[in-house]
T-cell receptor, first 114, second 111 residues
Framework: DGGITQSPKYLFRKEGQNVTLSCEQNLNHDAMYWYRQDPGQGLRLIYYSQIVNDFQKGDIAEGYSVSREKKESFPLTVTSAQKNPTAFYLC?????????????FGSGTRLTVV | QKEVEQDPGPLSVPEGAIVSLNCTYSNSAFQYFMWYRQYSRKGPELLMYTYSSGNKEDGRFTAQVDKSSKYISLFIRDSQPSDSATYLCAMSGGSNYKLTFGKGTLLTVNP
């Protein structure tokens, strides 16, 4: 079955540590997105990529980095510069850049700072 | 004014009730409208998709878009406890090539 796989489901980060969240899709979608979801704040866009080897900052990119070396993969690194990283992270993809048909979401990664 | 406004609720209804969820928006270029359902600790899943104005029905769910009022609605008939989730509206169009989401409404259907 086609879909988006996010791993791990739960992740714990120590202060000052970088961690990488994985996102893989087998839908042959061009565009991919990373969102952060906090209670009461809705979905906030971190980074997005419309084609391989290209990506743009979203609304809250500070403290995060991404890469898009393959069409199928869009990993997100949460760096030590991100002061409040505890959140639910969602990866999504869309078949076209115009998102006329919406996004397909992964099942999310819950990151907790310990 | 935010681009998309959605009442966060929470909304609690008895089983069998008709539920109405709503969003308003300010960008007149929006022409693609969606509703997502998100269960706790899961990713959102696309529930309904509508292009431009009008109604769309799928089983117990009806999506309405009124572009003149910049208002969209999702109706759930004969609500079930399994409908308990957060519902997010989303929209795109014009030069806005990303989806713009509402903050979501938390719905609880009580048996």
């Amino acid at each position: 079955d086609g879909g988006i796989t996010q791993s791990p489901k739960y992740l714990f980060r120590k202060e000052g540590q970088n961690v990488t969240l994985s996102c893989e899709q087998n839908l042959n979608h061009d565009a991919m997105y990373w969102y952060r979801q906090d209670p009461g704040q809705g979905l906030r866009l971190i980074y997005y990529s419309q084609i391989v080897n290209d990506f743009q900052k979203g609304d809250i990119a500070e403290g995060y980095s991404v890469s898009r070396e393959k069409k199928e993969s869009f990993p997100l690194t949460v760096t030590s510069a991100q002061k409040n990283p505890t959140a639910f992270y969602l990866c999504a993809s869309s078949i076209d850049r115009g998102v006329a048909y919406g996004y397909t979401f992964g099942s999310g990664t819950r990151l907790t700072v310990v | 004014q935010k681009e998309v406004e959605q009442d966060p609720g929470p909304l609690s209804v008895p089983e069998g009730a008709i539920v109405s969820l709503n969003c308003t928006y300010s960008n007149s270029a929006f022409q693609y409208f969606m509703w997502y359902r998100q269960y706790s600790r899961k990713g959102p899943e696309l529930l309904m998709y509508t292009y431009s104005s009008g109604n769309k029905e799928d089983g117990r769910f009806t999506a309405q878009v009124d572009k003149s009022s910049k208002y969209i609605s999702l109706f759930i008939r004969d609500s079930q406890p399994s409908d308990s989730a957060t519902y997010l509206c989303a929209m795109s169009g014009g030069s806005n090539y990303k989806l713009t989401f509402g903050k979501g409404t938390l719905l609880t259907v009580n048996p």
